[in-house]
């Protein structure tokens, strides 16, 4: 029997490399940005096509390369970072391992442009799946330019793989802000299909902040400046009013590197505790310096995770410091030395008495609600990243009623004769006559809001109330787009919305019974909800339906009077498929009474 091990091609070896490094356009967004800012550069502009599938450009003034770096840079592992074994635990620069333009080559088609500011003229590289198609000297402003056509075009499974065009701006923007905010001294611009998104110019952080998220943000924010001979932590942290329900605002950042640490976002959050309510995550924009020879940013592909010689010490050095910093804006306990009596005093946040929860009254001859307060006091409390969520999902679970579940329906429900009761504030358990069902509240009211929303969706337009006073509101630069893409479902909720110039809209027109102060808030709320939900296929009133039931519906805790029971449970029978919430969850399960007497043999 013959040799049968080969060494692989360089080509598919680069393919393999490139499976590990380059994901989706975001990846080759980040990997270009951080050798732009390696370069030295002080302007970088990222020009995209299609959300990256066609195009992306990103453009610096660096110091650029010679013809034979330029060649050099396109070769597996050549890198100016590493000279020898120590230089892997000192490194202060973004790249270094030389993985990420051999990686880019192997699966697109990229050209560079690069002219050393001594030069007078620049290099030209064309290169079509790691083979060098062209290279001669050009005429290109010092620095360098590097635009990537047609990604994974030789690589088609990986091609199929990605998701819609708002998906991937969605994960390019976010890639984006990253680095951006890592790097206020830079002025960067991104340009998507001819449309300016961002135009950041250099400056202090707190200005590069604002611009990036929204100036509202301005008043709601607390500076922390703390120093140890460990590590030194400066950034914002945000009022716990403008916490948000997912994730998306929370950035950590060592040695001007973003990385991913759900060990010290738990010291964050614990800082705040007792300020948030359940499944709210705070707004956090914050830099850690520590000794490079103290951490190894050499275990992942993508450098986001790093280790530390002492995490926890890390951790508790970063805890204190958050609370430090609420301490000083009067929101988490503290403690007066002065006085001997005294223990810990807390201040809670203010809040104003419409934000409790509210619910429909109970009117059975409707079988769907029209509550529009109901549904901006449930924007504000409910829990979207619920623990009890499925592990996936993405994946929607298809349940087929049972006879038993389907006798539930009509007259097996006694509401008129019996008294709901709620068991744990989370739970209504409901007499029926072959036994007991216990509902989810949350789930139930999911059903009910989620069923409403796609049928005003799909036929019946809600009702319109104009505005004597238009309301302007802005979003998030990042967020303009899939805005601008919702109006028209929008306005068969009954908004009637404008663009009116950069992030900026107007409404003139508002669903029947909403509150006017209220609708900035429950709109960018929705947004973000519907951009949570864009991984999954769903349509588009799918999608945007499911989000307003996940935002609007009831607390999964909440206590709730005898009607507002009642009439939960008149509208959830009422719902074509009251079975299971809109996220696959179960709305409510039975207990049989032959099963319950079982149970006392």
């Not at 990256?52 to 450009?57: A, H, P, V, W």
């Not at 339906?545 to 206590?559: C, D, E, H, L, T």
Request: charged share 25%.
């Amino acid at each position: 029997m013959g040799d049968i091990i080969k060494l692989l091609p360089e080509s598919i070896a680069n393919q393999i490399a490139a499976g590990e490094v380059i994901q989706r356009p975001a990846s080759v967004v980040k990997e270009l940005m951080e050798n732009s800012i390696d370069a030295g550069s002080t302007n970088i502009t990222l020009v995209v096509k299609n959300s990256g599938k066609t195009l992306i450009q990103v453009i610096d003034n660096g110091k650029g390369m010679s013809d034979t770096d330029a060649r050099m840079s396109f070769e597996r592992h050549a890198t100016s970072k590493i000279r020898q074994t120590e230089d892997l635990f000192n490194i202060n620069t973004m790249g270094f391992r030389g993985e990420a333009l051999a990686s880019i080559a192997s699966i697109a088609e990229v050209e560079m442009k690069t002219r050393q500011h001594t030069d007078e003229v620049a290099t030209k590289l064309t290169i079509k799946s790691s083979q060098v198609e062209e290279q001669t000297y050009c005429q290109a402003e010092p620095g360098t330019t590097i635009s990537v056509k047609n990604l994974f075009f030789n690589v088609p499974a990986r091609k199929k793989f990605l998701k819609s065009d708002s998906v991937e701006l969605k994960y390019l923007l976010g890639e984006f802000k990253k680095i951006a905010l890592a790097q206020p001294e830079i002025s960067f611009t991104v340009i998507h299909n001819d449309n300016e998104i961002y135009n950041l110019p250099a400056g202090k952080l707190k200005k590069r902040l604002l611009n990036v998220f929204r100036r509202t943000y301005e008043e709601k924010l607390i500076r922390i400046d703390e120093a140890t001979e460990v590590v030194k932590i400066t950034g914002f942290i945000g009022d716990p009013e403008i916490a948000k329900r997912s994730k998306d605002e929370q950035y950590l950042f060592v040695n001007q590197r973003y990385i991913k640490s759900n060990y010290l976002g738990h010291a964050i959050k614990s800082a705040y505790q007792n300020l948030l309510e359940e499944g709210q995550y705070p707004f956090y924009l914050l830099y850690l310096e520590v000794d490079p020879a103290s951490i190894d940013i050499n275990v992942h592909p993508t450098k986001q995770e790093i280790k530390f010689d002492d995490e926890r010490l890390i951790y508790n050095y970063l805890k204190v410091a958050i609370k430090h910093g609420l301490g000083r804006y009067s929101l988490s306990p503290q403690l007066d030395f002065d006085n001997e009596d005294s223990a810990f005093r807390t201040q809670p946040v203010q809040r104003n008495s419409s934000d409790t929860p509210q619910f429909a009254s109970r009117v059975r001859s409707a079988p769907v609600m029209r509550n529009w307060q109901s549904l901006y006091n449930g924007l504000e409390t409910i829990d979207l990243q619920d623990s009890t969520q499925p592990e996936h999902p993405d994946e929607e679970l298809l349940i087929i009623p049972s006879a038993a579940t389907g006798d539930l329906l009509g007259d097996q429900i006694e509401t008129d004769d019996k008294v709901p009761t709620q068991l744990h504030s989370s739970y209504i358990l409901v007499q029926i006559k072959s036994g007991v069902i216990l509902v989810d509240q949350h789930q139930a009211h999911s059903r009910v809001l989620y069923e409403k929303y796609l049928h005003n969706l799909n036929k019946q337009p809600e009702l319109v109330q104009k505005q004597l006073f238009p309301i302007t509101f802005s979003l998030g630069k990042d967020k303009t787009s899939l805005m601008l893409d919702l109006i028209p479902e929008l306005q068969s909720l009954g908004f009637e919305i404008q663009e009116f110039g950069g992030d900026n809209f107007i409404v003139h027109g508002i669903p029947a019974g909403l509150q006017e102060n209220n609708i900035p808030r429950i709109l960018e709320m929705l947004i973000d909800q519907y951009a949570n939900n864009l991984k999954l296929d769903l349509s588009k009133n799918e999608n945007l339906a499911r989000a307003m039931a996940q935002s609007a519906a009831i607390p999964a805790v909440k206590n709730l009077e005898t009607e507002e029971m009642a009439s939960l449970i008149d509208e959830l029978f009422a719902c074509e498929f009251p079975y299971m919430g809109p996220t696959g969850k179960k709305c409510f399960v039975t207990f049989e009474l032959k099963d319950l007497n079982k149970l006392f043999n």
